[in-house]
């Protein structure tokens, strides 16, 4: 199994973004390119060509799914791994984010020390 190394993450609150940088970073040991919006992301992703992608739900302008959508046409990323991030998780919410394509859904507020271990998790499971 291949074994994450870059993860591009999208949020637009500038605190959340910075712990889940931090985390990610600091804990998980992972290369993380932090995008403000989903236009940012859209702009970066080509460019750093993450193992996979945490993307906030709820975002002014562009939204996750959306954003999900028009990833997954720039070429590259067709088959890119999602997680979505929200703080609304409820069980029919989860089953549309994944039909949208997403691997799972992490709830905010996150543990940011347990963080990385839920991503890892959560791919070990996608790739067994």
């Given at each position: ?45 080509p ?16 939204d ?16 890119t ?28 507020p ?11 998790a ?7």
């Amino acid at each position: 199994m291949i074994a994450i190394k870059k993860i591009l993450h999208v949020e637009d609150e500038p605190d959340i973004r910075e712990v889940a940088r931090l985390a990610l970073e600091a804990v998980g040991g992972f290369a993380v390119e932090s995008c403000a919006s989903g236009e940012d992301a859209l702009a970066k992703a080509p460019g750093f060509k993450p193992d996979i992608v945490l993307l906030d739900v709820m975002m002014p302008g562009m939204d996750g799914p959306t954003t999900l959508r028009r990833l997954r046409a720039l070429p590259g990323f067709e088959r890119t791994p999602v997680i979505f991030m929200t703080a609304k998780a409820m069980p029919q919410e989860i089953e549309r984010f994944k039909e949208l394509g997403a691997l799972d859904v992490i709830t905010k507020p996150f543990d940011p020390m347990g963080l990385a271990d839920q991503v890892r998790a959560i791919w070990t499971r996608a790739h067994d």
